[in-house]
């Protein structure tokens, strides 16, 4: 199976490089910046359960995409996904399966416009990884898991066989009939964390201290969980309680990569991540008129992005 990964950042140079590892046959779609370090240092994973280096990995850049892939894994932040789906159509083809591992859903609808539903699969992965200092691929715990599937639910013979190419690997994937439950899960999860410590700048421990940080929280949760039951992907007891929990640890250090690019004046996904939660929630009535914390939360989103984008008018 060809295999083609968009990018060879944090997310899609962990998942690539191991593949790679694996002896999968797998080619990065990169820029040419990126291209020259690759062929320089190589890729590197430093991680915890093991790291790997893949010395000068197969790469290409987008004016030299000749011939279709069998699979496209994209994992770029939802900003550029109109640039990341410049650069890779011209390796799809009539059989070519596009998994992209975006947080959210409105990528789905992007995706599904462009290149037809038919191409376009389900798939959530969990995993912290950063870039170092000089390209390296930094692997933050010990969590590499990836799931895909095709939308309807049916376990289809390229799912199954996606699923195959990734037995081996030193990351944990499967092959889902619930993946678009999963990644209404995520969605939920990951948008009441980053509506939490974006909103209030402070990690989940610091939040647990504040005067009615904590009811902050889950009262985040709470209007996501609503508006994903309204969607109906009402999120599963068990994956509730997982994440009232992680999100109101005492002393825990956790803050959402979202936050993390706020303090380091960098782009957000506030529209994908946040504001579109809230669009569909509206469509349902799902969110309160007044006094609703997810559209406080992406006010101050949408102010930061303002603020950023006078300061780089002013550069």
């Known amino acids: 199976m060809r295999i ?53 990995p197969p790469t290409v850049l987008s004016g030299d995409l000749d011939a279709p892939f069998d699979l496209i894994l994209m994992s770029c932040k939802a900003y550029s996904l ?73 376990l289809s013979v390229r799912v199954r066989a996606i699923a195959d190419e990734m037995v081996g690997t030193a990351f944990e994937a499967h092959a889902s009939e619930l993946v678009l439950q999963e990644m209404w899960e995520k969605w939920v999860f990951l948008a009441a964390f980053a509506g939490s410590t974006c909103l209030l700048r402070a990690a989940i421990g610091d939040i647990g201290k504040a005067p009615g940080g904590t009811e902050i929280v889950l009262g985040l949760i709470e209007e996501c969980r609503a508006i994903a039951q309204a969607n109906g992907f009402p999120p599963r007891d068990a994956m509730l309680e997982r994440y009232r929990g992680m ?34 929630g509206e469509r349902v009535g799902a969110l309160p008129d007044k006094g609703s914390l997810l559209r406080l939360a992406y006010t101050h989103l949408k102010a930061y992005e303002a603020r950023e984008e006078r300061s780089r008018s002013k550069r």
């Open 4 to 56: 083609l990964v968009v990018g060879a950042g944090a997310v899609g140079g962990y998942f690539g490089g191991r593949l790679i590892e694996a002896g999968r046959d797998v080619t990065f779609l990169v820029r040419p910046r990126r291209a020259a370090e690759l062929a320089a240092g190589g890729l590197l994973i430093k991680s915890a359960t093991g790291d790997f280096t893949a010395p000068s």
């Open 82 to 154: 109109d640039d990341a789906i410049s650069s890779f159509s011209p390796a799809v083809g009539p059989d070519t399966a596009i998994l992209p591992l975006l947080n959210g859903m409105r990528h789905l609808d992007i995706l599904d416009e462009r290149f037809g539903p038919a191409h376009v699969l389900g798939g959530q992965c969990v995993i912290a990884a950063t870039l170092g200092s000089q390209g390296q691929i930094v692997h933050l715990n010990q969590n590499h898991e990836l799931s895909l599937g095709e939308r309807d639910g049916v």
């Open 247 to 280: 999100l109101t640890a005492a002393g825990s250090p956790l803050t959402a990569s979202m936050a993390r690019d706020i303090e380091n004046h960098n782009p957000i996904e506030a529209d994908h991540i946040i504001g579109d939660l809230i669009r569909r």
